[in-house]
Antibody, heavy 115, light 108 residues
Framework: QLQESGPGLVKPSETLSLTCTVSNGSISGGRYYYTWIRQPPGKGLEWIGTLYYSGSTSYNPSLRSRIAISVDTSKNQFSLNLTSVTAADTAVYFC?????????WGQGILVTVSS | DIQMTQSPSSLSASVGDRVTITCRANHDISTYLSWYQQKPGKAPKLLIFDTSNSQTGVPSRFSGTGSVTHFTLTISSLQPEDVATYYCQHYDILPPRKLTFGQGTRLE
């Protein structure tokens, strides 16, 4: 139901841009909450931020200055932009449905930050 | 900040064993806790939400209990397909919202 897409390689200091396509049409249908979560290779999970159906967002304080999550209801997609990336941003990025807990999840996309 | 600490970090068990994984919070989090199962190369799967509510389709051998700062995930009779890493996750209900995962427990 959710599928991440975007480049698998991003250069340091550039912007990471990912899109999550929701196949069940729930974005255009009204009330929804969608979230981005990432997982560095071999490590644990980190919440990035959540998009509310009202258009508002909540972000991880540690990333807030660099992230933006937006929605395109006409395409049933929501997006993540992460600016000024470094090697520490190398991770599998997941999109998921939910506000407080998450189900379902996309399969994830590995994004490597390297020159 | 709320910090979630899981124990053990890893454990080995046999088919049929009763397995318990613990998640502790450094502050009172009421019952705002979920559990996930992640198999290698796969996305996490929601097992339990709000401490003790099983997600639809999750086998009945998985159960969750706890409150305040101490939470447990129990597998009543371990099956081969339960080999995975398990994560607990807390969510804030008051702004500024933040969600925090435990560091994971690898079950072999």
């Amino acid at each position: 139901q959710l599928q991440e897409s975007g480049p698998g390689l991003v250069k340091p200091s550039e912007t990471l841009s990912l899109t999550c396509t929701v196949s069940n049409g729930s974005i255009s249908g009204g009330r929804y909450y969608y979230t981005w979560i990432r997982q560095p290779p071999g490590k644990g999970l980190e919440w990035i931020g959540t998009l509310y159906y009202s258009g508002s967002t909540s972000y991880n304080p540690s990333l807030r200055s660099r992230i933006a999550i937006s929605v395109d209801t006409s395409k049933n997609q929501f997006s993540l932009n992460l600016t000024s990336v470094t090697a520490a941003d190398t991770a599998v990025y997941f999109c998921a449905e939910g506000l407080n807990f998450f189900d379902p999840w996309g399969q994830g996309i590995l994004v490597t930050v390297s020159s | 900040d709320i910090q979630m600490t899981q124990s053990p970090s890893s454990l080995s068990a046999s088919v049929g064993d009763r397995v318990t994984i613990t998640c502790r919070a450094n502050h009172d989090i009421s019952t705002y806790l979920s559990w996930y199962q992640q198999k290698p190369g796969k996305a996490p799967k929601l097992l339990i939400f709000d401490t003790s509510n099983s997600q639809t389709g999750v086998p009945s051998r998985f159960s969750g209990t706890g409150s305040v700062t101490h939470f447990t995930l129990t597998i009543s009779s371990l099956q081969p397909e339960d080999v995975a890493t398990y994560y607990c996750q807390h969510y804030d209900i008051l702004p500024p919202r933040k969600l925090t995962f435990g560091q994971g427990t690898r079950l072999e």
